[in-house]
């Protein structure tokens, strides 16, 4: 197929995102497929050239590299450049954060009738929200530690009585979190006021809404999940992060971080994890992938952090290496997502848009 990689965007995941689609493009010509790059800049301009990626990683002068437009008119001419539709099959939106992983993208593609990989609109907002993520596993009883959240106008003008919240209920450590951004960027782990004060102003500089989590003590885990209606889920994994907790640095640019695949957990644990992750995908209603990220206690407790519905495609991520792990190779893994893309696509087409009143 011809299939249009999205990289890049708007958000503070820009270069995870270049990152990411550099594996993913090499895997789908890999699998036989036509890799058309579009990059997104930082300030949200779309740009199409055989050699945008690089250009975007290094850099470079864009001037060479052409607008893309997207025409919203389902059924329409979809992605535009030069005056001319793009000859495309699908759209693999390698995005992270928001503006990508967040249901703005996946609107504007369904508004647009193109398909695409990974889930849609509410799926997206949810998982991409982490305030919103965790009241949806607790509306499905699943296990996730203590937090408090928080909007930037609520720190403003009650910031006393939410550090005596946050105190009282949480204890400390805490770490302090962007809502709407992942990859570990913004977050900070407080174990003091003065901390806690200094983390929430650095998350305010990425979201206007906070979360704030209580320490869980335990074996950072993750598990792949993918697939449509029947997802399945990989073997766990295990993190053991070269610094006090697995951020930004020990995820792409420290590489000390260990990755223990496939995780050496008991047998009912693993399965326990597995049921979990594919419990989080549901109740998200995520589509396609998903990574799910989680702690395991001393005792065997497995309790769930949170879940990415587009994870860190890079050469070391947990996503594609767990699945390596289970058997599925990376133009395997790339492959299957392109199909399933198109059969949640072609699902949508079947659904009646117009009310006609039975006589």
């Known amino acids: ?184 960027v913004g977050i900070s782990k407080a174990a003091r006021e003065q901390d806690l004060i200094e983390a929430v102003e650095e998350a305010l500089r990425y979201d206007y809404k906070i979360v704030v989590e209580a320490e869980i003590r335990g074996r950072e885990v993750e598990v792949s999940v993918l697939g449509n209606e029947n997802p399945r889920a990989s073997l766990p994994g295990e993190i053991v992060p070269v610094n006090e907790f697995y951020d930004y640095k020990a995820k792409y640019i420290d590489q000390r971080s260990r990755l223990v695949i496939p995780a050496e957990l008991d047998d009912a644990v693993i399965a326990r994890a597995r049921e979990l992750a594919v419990a989080a995908f549901k109740a998200v209603d995520a589509v396609g992938l998903a990574r799910v990220d989680m702690f395991v206690a001393a005792g065997g407790e497995v309790i769930i952090n949170e879940i990415n519905t587009m994870p860190g495609f890079t050469a070391i991520s947990m996503y594609p290496k767990l699945w390596e792990q289970s058997g599925i190779s990376g133009p395997d893994l790339v492959n299957t997502l392109v199909n399933l893309g198109m059969a949640w696509h072609n699902r949508r087409l079947k659904l009646q848009h117009k009310y006609e009143e039975n006589s």
């Not at 579009?38 to 050699?51: E, K, V």
């Not at 945008?52 to 864009?62: T, V, Y």
């Not at 001037?63 to 793009?86: E, K, T, W």
């Open 1 to 184: 197929m011809k299939i249009a990689v999205l990289m890049g965007g708007r958000s503070g995941e820009h270069q995870v995102s270049l990152r990411s689609a550099r594996y993913i493009m090499d895997s789908l010509v890999e699998a036989g497929h036509t890799v058309l790059p579009i990059g997104i800049t930082n300030d949200g301009q779309w740009l199409q050239h055989p050699d945008i990626h690089a250009m975007l990683s290094e850099g470079r002068d864009l001037s060479q590299a052409s607008n893309v437009f997207l025409d919203l008119s389902f059924q329409g001419q979809g992605l535009m450049c030069n005056g001319q539709p793009l000859d495309i099959d699908i759209v693999f939106p390698v995005l992270h954060g928001p503006f990508g992983e967040d249901g703005t993208i996946q609107g504007a593609l369904e508004l647009a009738g193109i398909p695409y990989v990974g889930s849609g609109i509410l799926g997206s907002a949810l998982a991409m929200d982490k305030a919103q993520m965790k009241a949806a596993f607790r509306n499905f009883n699943l296990p996730m530690g203590s937090y408090i959240s928080f909007y930037q106008w609520e720190w403003q003008e009650g910031r006393r009585e939410l550090v005596r919240r946050i105190e009282e209920r949480l204890g400390w450590p805490v770490f302090v979190k962007p809502a709407n951004l992942g990859s570990s």
